[in-house]
């Protein structure tokens, strides 16, 4: 695969490494350490710090350091995004076995194999996906990754969530994505960048009212596991990033599916949500909640 430009692991940096703060600021593509300019390499980003955290290699020093900050105070992280995406991609194939071929992917990430994209087209080839993330960083890695696939069928769309019209009225989105027809609209790992101000419940209740009857919202949310001081410590890791990670509850988690159905096992921690095999004993050591709910 080839992205858009390289991350620091990928020029093998280190002993040798680019300074990160002046990467970007030239304009000689090839120049050592050249990253688009809209590419800020000395906050932490979210997308960043997951990928770092997923064993990914499009992070740099600043998203690193972050990570570091959530390993040290909650060792099982790494264990944990995986569990989340792992339920991404088991919520997509349920969704699209039940027959829904219209995905919109908010909070998209930095997308890797078994992207929504992936899991959807195994069932349905044909399958309709729109991605969105306010980062700049993920549009590019989109893209690349998306460069040969059909206009027709999806969409990058660089846009907020905290305006979700912007979103449920983008032409790009609906050049791709037919509203009369249902839609799973995913907000995975997203809605803890929501500050409590931010309202997320009436984030959902936006998209909610937009979808047409037969179509889904699927949500995976981080919890602080019963443990708010080692809760709080992990988060301080993006204290300094470009969005903050506030936990929720269960009865918060579950209150985000209003005016929805939510489908069996309910809102769960993420590994219980339909395993495939025996769910680990430890699944309460996974500290995200997540659920599937459906309009009726
Ligand atoms: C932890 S990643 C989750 C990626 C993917 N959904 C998954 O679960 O594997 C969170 C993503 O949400 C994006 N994000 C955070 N706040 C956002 C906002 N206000 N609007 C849109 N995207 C946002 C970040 O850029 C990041 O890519």
């Known amino acids: 695969m080839t ?39 000395t906050k932490a980003h979210p997308a960043r710090i997951y990928d770092c955290l997923l064993g990914g290699k499009d992070h740099f020093d600043v998203d690193r350091q972050a990570a570091e900050v959530v390993i040290k105070a909650l060792p099982g992280a790494r ?11 088991r919520a997509v194939r349920h969704l699209a076995e039940s027959g829904i071929t219209q995905f919109l992917d908010v909070g998209t990430g930095i997308p890797g194999p078994g992207n929504t994209g992936d899991v959807a087209r195994a069932v349905h080839p044909d399958a309709r996906v729109v991605y969105v993330d306010y980062d700049p960083v993920v549009a590019v890695h989109s893209r690349a990754l998306l460069a040969g696939a059909d206009p027709a069928l999806t969409a990058i769309v660089v846009a907020d969530v905290r305006d979700p019209l912007s979103i449920l009225h983008h032409p790009a989105v609906h050049e791709v994505l037919d509203f009369d027809q249902p839609i799973a609209v995913l907000m995975v790992a997203l809605l803890h960048f929501i500050k409590p101000e931010e309202d997320a419940h009436g984030i959902v209740t936006t998209f909610r009212t937009a979808l047409p009857p037969g179509s889904a919202v699927v949500i995976s949310h981080g919890t602080d596991g019963g443990d708010p001081e080692t809760s709080a410590e992990a988060r301080k890791g993006w204290d300094n990033a470009t969005s903050q990670f506030t936990v929720r509850d269960r009865t918060d988690i579950t209150a985000l599916f209003d005016g929805l159905d939510l489908i069996p096992p309910g809102v769960v921690n993420v590994p219980l949500w339909r395993p495939d095999g025996p769910a680990r004993e430890d699944w309460a050591a996974i500290w995200f909640d997540g659920g599937v709910g459906l309009k009726r």
């Not at 991350?7 to 600021?25: F, I, N, Q, Y």
């Not at 264990?79 to 991609?89: C, K, P, S, T, W």
């Open 79 to 89: 264990d944990m995004v995986r569990e989340n995406r792992a339920f991404l991609g």
């Open 3 to 41: 992205f858009g430009y390289a991350g620091p692991h990928d020029r093998g940096e280190g002993e040798a490494g680019v300074d990160e703060s002046t990467a970007g600021l030239g304009d000689d593509p090839l120049a050592p350490g050249w990253v688009p300019p809209e590419i800020d390499t």
